[in-house]
């Protein structure tokens, strides 16, 4: 019996450890146990599991041959594949599709090749023609989401937001996608996914722009970062035609580089200027945008009008210029007003968190992917930070951001407000507690200068 107890009880402490990790460290426990069990079941399964989701093609002819000479049959050939590989949520490997094959055949296949390997998820991604990468997911990677703890690659107004359900990361590229469109209820998760970019941005040489019609509670915790807030509609009125002016002016400087000298490199926009008369990248981020839009009486629609119809220009020419926007609000249609759906049209990039009605998700999504207008209508309350990301090429993905608190991102912006450039247009909206927290004693020889444009 003694000894029965002395085999059994680390038996049982194994287990519970086990136990543990799977639920506190999924990744460790990946490493350790999850991913040697499902590698020696894809390999010992592959040929079958193969042939029974319908994924083989007949034999070639000199295989045909030879089995009609030893008697046989020649059975059905699967894709070649490489030896799969672990990653941080799962592993992946490369197929060669054979002759006939296409990629949906593999998606449509999808689920049933998770459950025949025992995966939490697989997705089938082509890499080029003929070939394809299967990733097999472990576990839930989106319930219970934490920052990478190694830096991952990113260049300049480039910033990983959020994780993918595949484990990958969603990146936030504004010279790829300028302009973005924040969709979420109360407690979907939109605050987080905007600290965790402000947070982002506000370590970078990046001029940061606040637009809160809701007297400024949003945004004013990250005003010692910000370099303008308005925080009423009138505020946000002329500081759209301090933006307008600073774009048209970089205009004039764009087209003035192109007769600089025979030498001079001919450009659209300020990316191909040279580094010492680039202007800084300007991030402007619109809160509650629904607050723009709302108008009591024929005085405020004419204010309306015109800020959507600046909004508008922004979008439509802010690229080249360097002016980049993220239009947050927590719902967002056509019923807001003239301008609405022209505006929409301008923002690429979409982020839909829970909504409250179907039409806020049809107007983030709809219009690039149906599948997935519908997909972030089936969004559940209690899991607050799962959005559905979409841009205009028709793709999307679920994806969650870290959970970062207010305090977290102000101390952030508080620890870089040394870094705010210098922008003469936008100095007389710069907040009160952006100054305070500069002070006499900050450090000019940190911040940015962004260099003056000259009309």
Same mark, same amino acid.
């Given at each position: 019996?003694?000894?029965?107890?002395?085999?059994?009880?680390?038996?049982?402490?194994?287990?519970?450890?086990?136990?543990?990790?799977?639920?506190r460290?999924?990744?460790?426990?990946?490493w350790?146990v999850?991913y040697?069990?499902?590698?020696?079941?894809?390999?010992?399964?592959?040929?079958?599991?193969?042939?029974?989701?319908?994924?083989?093609?007949?034999?070639?002819a000199?295989?045909?041959?030879?089995?009609r000479?030893?008697?046989r049959?020649?059975?059905?050939v699967?894709?070649?594949?490489?030896?799969?590989?672990?990653?941080?949520?799962?592993?992946?490997?490369?197929?060669?599709?054979?002759?006939?094959?296409?990629?949906?055949?593999?998606t449509?296949?999808a689920?049933?090749l998770?459950?025949?390997?025992?995966?939490?998820?697989?997705y089938?991604?082509?890499t080029?023609?003929?070939?394809?990468?299967?990733?097999?997911?472990?576990?839930?990677?989106?319930?219970?989401?934490?920052?990478?703890?190694?830096?991952?690659?990113?260049?300049?107004?480039?910033?990983?937001?959020?994780?993918?359900?595949?484990?990958?990361?969603?990146?936030?590229?504004f010279?790829?996608?300028p302009?973005?469109?924040?969709?979420?209820?109360?407690?979907?998760?939109?605050?987080?996914y905007?600290?965790?970019?402000?947070?982002g941005?506000?370590?970078?040489?990046?001029?940061?722009?606040?637009?809160?019609?809701?007297?400024?509670?949003?945004?004013?915790?990250?005003?010692?970062?910000?370099?303008?807030?308005?925080?009423?509609?009138?505020?946000?009125?002329e500081?759209?035609?301090?933006?307008?002016?600073?774009?048209?002016?970089?205009?004039?400087?764009?087209g003035?580089?192109?007769?600089?000298?025979?030498?001079?490199?001919?450009?659209?926009?300020?990316?191909?200027?040279? !580094?010492?008369v @680039?202007?800084?990248?300007? $991030?402007?981020?619109?809160?509650?945008? /629904?607050? #723009?839009?709302l %108008? +009591? *009486?024929?005085? !405020?629609?004419? @204010?309306?009008?015109?800020? $959507?119809?600046?909004?508008?220009?922004? /979008?439509? #020419?802010?690229? %080249? +210029? *360097?002016?980049y926007?993220?239009?947050?609000?927590?719902?967002?249609?056509?019923?807001?007003?003239?301008? /609405?759906?022209?505006?929409? %049209?301008?923002?690429?990039?979409?982020?839909?968190?829970?909504?409250?009605?179907?039409?806020?998700?049809?107007?983030?999504l709809?219009?690039?992917?149906?599948?997935a207008?519908l997909?972030?209508?089936?969004?559940?309350?209690?899991?607050?930070?799962?959005?559905?990301?979409?841009?205009?090429?028709?793709?999307?993905s679920?994806?969650?951001?870290?959970?970062?608190?207010?305090?977290?991102?102000?101390?952030?912006?508080?620890?870089?407000?040394?870094?705010?450039?210098?922008?003469?247009?936008?100095?007389?909206?710069?907040?009160?507690?952006?100054?305070?927290?500069?002070?006499?004693a900050?450090?000019?020889?940190?911040?940015?200068?962004?260099?003056?444009?000259?009309?």
């Amino acid at each position: 019996m003694a000894d029965t107890v002395r085999v059994l009880l680390p038996v049982l402490l194994v287990l519970v450890a086990l136990l543990v990790l799977r639920r506190r460290v999924p990744v460790l426990f990946w490493w350790l146990v999850g991913y040697p069990v499902v590698v020696v079941r894809v390999l010992i399964s592959y040929r079958a599991t193969m042939d029974a989701c319908g994924l083989t093609v007949p034999a070639s002819a000199v295989r045909r041959a030879t089995a009609r000479m030893m008697g046989r049959q020649a059975a059905q050939v699967p894709p070649r594949h490489s030896f799969p590989l672990p990653t941080g949520s799962g592993l992946v490997m490369r197929l060669r599709m054979a002759a006939g094959q296409a990629p949906e055949d593999f998606t449509a296949s999808a689920d049933r090749l998770r459950h025949a390997w025992g995966a939490h998820a697989v997705y089938v991604h082509p890499t080029k023609p003929g070939w394809l990468e299967l990733r097999l997911v472990g576990w839930d990677v989106l319930a219970d989401v934490r920052p990478s703890r190694r830096r991952l690659a990113a260049g300049p107004l480039c910033l990983p937001l959020a994780l993918r359900e595949d484990g990958r990361w969603h990146s936030r590229d504004f010279r790829t996608v300028p302009h973005e469109l924040i969709l979420g209820a109360t407690q979907s998760g939109k605050s987080v996914y905007l600290r965790n970019l402000l947070c982002g941005l506000a370590r970078q040489s990046v001029v940061l722009v606040g637009i809160d019609c809701k007297w400024g509670v949003e945004l004013a915790p990250f005003a010692p970062r910000l370099s303008a807030l308005a925080d009423n509609p009138d505020r946000a009125n002329e500081l759209l035609d301090a933006l307008l002016a600073e774009m048209e002016a970089r205009f004039r400087l764009i087209g003035l580089s192109g007769g600089a000298g025979p030498n001079a490199v001919l450009t659209s926009d300020v990316w191909g200027l040279p !580094d010492d008369v @680039r202007p800084v990248p300007v $991030v402007v981020v619109v809160d509650e945008v /629904a607050e #723009l839009f709302l %108008a +009591a *009486g024929k005085d !405020d629609e004419k @204010r309306r009008d015109a800020m $959507v119809t600046k909004l508008i220009r922004l /979008a439509q #020419l802010g690229r %080249a +210029a *360097g002016i980049y926007l993220e239009v947050c609000g927590q719902r967002f249609g056509s019923e807001l007003g003239k301008g /609405a759906t022209m505006l929409r %049209a301008q923002l690429t990039g979409r982020v839909c968190h829970r909504v409250n009605d179907e039409a806020s998700a049809n107007m983030a999504l709809a219009d690039i992917a149906p599948e997935a207008a519908l997909a972030a209508t089936s969004i559940p309350a209690e899991r607050p930070g799962i959005a559905i990301v979409g841009d205009s090429s028709g793709g999307w993905s679920r994806v969650r951001s870290p959970h970062l608190t207010l305090d977290e991102a102000a101390a952030v912006c508080r620890d870089t407000s040394g870094l705010v450039p210098e922008l003469a247009r936008l100095d007389s909206f710069r907040s009160a507690i952006a100054l305070e927290s500069a002070g006499p004693a900050a450090p000019a020889a940190t911040a940015p200068t962004a260099r003056p444009v000259t009309g």
